[in-house]
Nanobody
Framework: QVQLVESGGGLVQAGGSLRLSCTASGRSFGRMGWFRQAPGKERDLVAAISWGGGSAYYADSVKGRFAISRDNAKNTMYLQMNSLKPEDTAVYYC??????????????????WGQGTQVTVSS
């Protein structure tokens, strides 16, 4: 059974940091990414990473503050979020494609999704 499970969300003050984790099971995944969705807004791609970790995509709003990484031996992807702002408040979702599926890093379509984890940044 394919499963993506996020963890690491929570409440943090502006300027603080959080690290999200996404643990995958059931299949071998290639491209993976993090999305976020704030109340009343669309789900946006925040960052994506290639299977080997050598290539990454970041939305302009998080460049220089967030860092995506993965450990394939642990089947886990991470999102290190620094200098958090209140506008980063959202539910963060993990997404993944199977290794056989090739899409551009910035492509918003993914085959598998996690349930989401809430990140709240207070001012």
């Amino acid at each position: 059974q394919v499963q993506l499970v996020e963890s690491g969300g929570g409440l943090v003050q502006a300027g603080g940091s959080l690290r999200l984790s996404c643990t995958a099971s059931g299949r071998s995944f290639g491209r993976m990414g993090w999305f976020r969705q704030a109340p009343g807004k669309e789900r946006d791609l925040v960052a994506a990473i290639s299977w080997g970790g050598g290539s990454a995509y970041y939305a302009d709003s998080v460049k220089g503050r967030f860092a995506i990484s993965r450990d394939n031996a642990k089947n886990t992807m991470y999102l290190q979020m620094n200098s958090l702002k209140p506008e980063d408040t959202a539910v963060y979702y993990c997404a993944a494609d199977l290794r056989a599926v090739e899409r551009p890093l910035s492509e918003r379509v993914f085959g598998y999704w996690g349930q989401g984890t809430q990140v709240t940044v207070s001012s």
